[in-house]
């Protein structure tokens, strides 16, 4: 099943009250279907600025990309999200995740447990927010989407998720190692696998966050000062990693729609520093879809 496009801006750069309502507001011009934010120390605290973001905005949804689920109390979270969603009024998206910089979780206090232990509280995180989720009683229902790649995870995302969130790379407590195409596919069919035991009838919208979006009638060129950053992967293959878009506006879009094509990937994430740059490729894939 194609699914249409959605595309978000996950807003990393704190700001005054009327940077980040301008910017919020250049994300609707621009045309962007979500404002997002993250949940890393040093960032824009996601809930308030979430409110602040919908009260600029008129058309966009909101949503957290991703909270760090070992940073919260589920039953303090299921506060949080139950009085942004009416704030907001219905327009808020809860992205979760487990978390992956060490020391984040040491300058908040909070033990960074090893991957399983990670896992587990995102797990009881998404069953005691499923009221939460659930809205009612004057508050509105809430979509959720789950990040990461491990097989436990997306487990998770394929029986409760309305979004997996596909990660581009590997985390093991140091810089991550980007996954290559054929390593994206490879998640991918294994999340369908997970799917289809867990006899979903409607699948999960998939997303991806692109890392650097480059409009360049030179990819070659502009990917030079990335390779000593990987040294394990060919010129090739950086070119074709699938958390890079570098190109034209039009080889950038046709990437898109073939992204989506083989992996089914209709929901795409940026940087807010690549905000703008990536504000043309919206209008042409929205262009060439009617």
Not at 99 to 106: F, L
Not at 236 to 244: A, N, S
Not at 253 to 281: C, K, N, Q
């Amino acid at each position: 099943m194609v699914l249409p496009f959605r595309f978000s801006v996950n807003m990393l750069t704190p700001g005054t009250g009327s940077e980040w309502r301008s910017r919020c507001r250049r994300a609707e011009e621009l045309g962007y279907d979500l404002i997002q934010v993250a949940d890393h120390l040093g960032m824009p605290a996601p809930f308030p600025s979430l409110v602040a973001a919908a009260e600029a905005t008129t058309r966009p949804r909101v949503g957290t990309f991703v909270l760090n689920a070992a940073f919260w109390n589920p039953v303090l979270l299921a506060r949080e999200v139950t009085t942004t969603a009416a704030l907001t009024e219905g327009r808020l998206e809860l992205g979760l995740g487990t978390g992956y910089v060490p020391a984040e979780h040491e300058q908040a206090g909070v033990p960074f447990l090893p991957p399983r232990g990670r896992v587990d509280h995102l797990a009881r995180t998404v069953e005691e927010l499923a009221g939460a989720l659930k809205g009612g009683e004057g508050s509105p229902p809430v979509r959720l989407l789950i990040g990461g790649n491990g097989n436990r995870v997306l487990r998770l995302a394929a029986r409760h998720a309305d979004v997996m969130a596909f990660s581009g790379g590997r985390f093991d407590g140091g810089a991550p190692t980007l996954l290559t195409a054929e390593e994206m596919a490879a998640r991918v069919a294994a999340f369908e696998g997970f799917e289809r035991a867990a006899g979903r009838r409607t699948p999960a919208e998939r997303n991806l966050l692109l890392q650097r979006v480059i409009v360049t009638d030179d990819p070659a060129g502009a990917v030079a000062g990335f390779l000593p950053l990987v040294p394990y992967l060919s010129e090739e293959q950086v070119l074709d990693l699938p958390v890079l878009a570098i190109g034209t506006v039009r080889e950038i879009a046709d990437r898109l729609v073939a992204l989506r094509e083989r992996l089914g990937i209709s929901y795409v994430t940026v940087l807010d520093h690549s905000m703008e740059a990536f504000g043309p490729v919206i209008a042409e894939l929205r262009a060439s879809e009617g």
